[in-house]
């Protein structure tokens, strides 16, 4: 899979609720396996999964994750 | 940005140019292969045909064997590898979901070699003429090689289903009764977002890969009726599968953005 520039601190709040991966996903409603992918950038979730995932944790989307701008070599030209 | 466009489209004709350059090198090749062993390779050919034919029966017998103990050693690498995934949590999990992939996609490619080996194989003695032709032995050879071949074939179904009820025994969030119709409709219903994102990059990457294959296979298939008088049916299968795969595709394009609009 392609990376993607979405950082994301899903581990740290969901090690501070104390739940592993597999309980995660299934307050989520996805896989272990996609919260797996979410927590090593590997996968940006929809928007849907992103709040779900932010009222599980009980912060906001911006609290999980972070967009980091890409510098375009393009547009330096 | 003009200069880039420029310059993709001159490597495009290049790839043209090259590719046309290829294509007279490798009809030129096998032109001149032909008049020089034209007529040692159809014997050769029709040889290996004859002998596929006479050990019809071991051959398939051997590929069920291989196939049964191959796909039970697969499937009890995948049980065990399912008691890992149940017993270990997050990053080591991970590890194991892989394996699970891995001996799942080799049970399915084993399962899919064997079939397309038997096809090919019972196919060599698969005609009235060759049935009407041959001894009262053989064909009793050829009723049991039938009978190998639906028994390699049940078995290779049987697997594949043992092989979803197993995944959907790990994954129990995994829906669909495999004997059913919509099984794909329903398993694919009950993928997440991130699952069905790898089938759908699975999908166009088979799809890319099929169209590229059905080009080759087309130039083969129209140079092997052209040297050795192979038939049109070949071509013309060929050519079916290439429009069914185009048309099912740009079909499920435009149903797609057809919804968006309605």
């Known amino acids: ?77 | 940005m003009k200069s880039k466009k420029r310059a993709s489209y001159k490597n495009g004709v290049i790839k043209m140019f090259l590719l046309v350059i290829i294509g007279m090198v490798i009809g030129g090749v096998t032109g001149k292969l032909y008049f020089t062993f034209g007529e040692n390779m159809t014997g050769v050919t029709g040889s290996f045909l004859v002998v596929i034919t006479k050990i019809m029966l071991p051959l398939l017998s051997l590929i069920t064997v291989i196939t049964v103990l191959g796909g039970e050693y697969c499937y009890n690498r995948l049980k065990k590898i399912g008691v890992k995934i149940l017993e270990t949590e997050d990053e080591e999990c991970d590890k194991w979901e892989y394996e699970e992939e891995r001996w799942g996609g080799i049970l399915v490619n084993l399962g899919v070699v064997s079939q397309v080996l038997c096809f090919v194989i019972l196919s060599t003695g698969y005609s009235i003429r060759y049935i009407q032709e041959v001894s009262d032995q053989r064909r009793g050879q050829f009723l049991v090689s039938c009978i190998i071949f639906i028994i390699c074939y049940f078995y290779n179904a049987i697997a594949q289903t043992r092989y979803v009820k197993l995944v959907q025994k790990i994954h129990p969030e995994k829906q669909g009764d495999p004997f059913s119709k919509g099984f794909q409709k329903e398993f694919l219903g009950s993928c997440d977002e991130a699952e069905k994102e790898v089938i759908y990059k699975s999908a166009y990457h088979t799809y890319v890969m099929m169209q590229r294959t059905i080009g080759i296979l087309l130039v083969i298939t129209m140079l092997l009726h052209l040297f050795f008088n192979t038939g049109l049916l070949a071509v013309i299968v060929v050519g079916v599968i290439y429009l069914v795969s185009t048309f099912s595709y740009t079909h499920s394009c435009v149903q797609l953005r057809k919804r968006k609009i309605s």
């Open chain 1, 1 to 77: 899979m392609e990376k993607v520039p979405l950082l994301n601190k899903l581990k740290e709040y969901r090690s501070d609720l104390g739940i592993n991966q597999t309980e995660m996903g299934k307050l989520a409603g996805v896989s272990r396996q996609t919260i797996s992918l979410i927590e090593r950038g590997d996968y940006s979730p929809s928007v849907t999964l992103a709040l779900k995932l932010a009222k599980i944790c009980r912060v906001t989307v911006e609290d999980i994750f972070e967009y980091e701008e890409e510098e375009d070599e393009d547009d330096e030209e």
